[in-house]
């Protein structure tokens, strides 16, 4: 059994900053890329950033310059740090998994369950 599991969301206002994080633990034999996206009310699902096991990232043009997606290999874990907050970063974030849960079994993506980032005054 495989398990994402998200923190550090928050409630923070215009031009702060938060950092999530995202542990993947249980059954992993490997993890390929990995990402995070973002889903605000009424809206569909977005990509927000994605890295390589290598460490090569992706942006979406809104975050480009504001945020900062890393990883920390050995200890399966994901990060996410948001500077300069907008309202418009209000969202649900997701964390996602590329991963193989053992040797020789097929890889597959994993969600988190979402953890809730509000950009308010």
């Known amino acids: 059994q495989v398990q994402l599991v998200e923190s550090g969301g928050g409630l923070v206002q215009p031009g702060g900053s938060l950092r999530l994080s995202c542990a993947a633990s249980?059954?992993?034999?490997?993890?390929?890329?990995m990402g995070w996206y973002r889903q605000a009310p009424g809206k569909q699902r977005e990509l927000v950033a994605t890295?390589?096991?290598?460490?090569?990232?992706t942006y979406a043009d809104s975050v480009k310059g504001r945020f900062t997606i890393s990883r920390d290999n050995a200890n399966n874990t994901l990060y996410l740090q948001m500077n300069s907050l907008k309202p418009e970063d209000t969202a649900v974030y997701y964390c996602?998994?590329?991963?193989?849960?053992?040797?020789?079994?097929?890889?597959?993506?994993?969600w988190g369950q979402g953890t809730q980032v509000t950009v308010s005054s």
């Open positions: 996602n998994a590329n991963l193989r849960p053992g040797l020789g079994v097929r890889k597959n993506d994993y």
């Open positions: 249980g059954s992993i034999f490997n993890i390929y890329a």
């Open positions: 890295i390589a096991r290598s460490g090569s990232t």
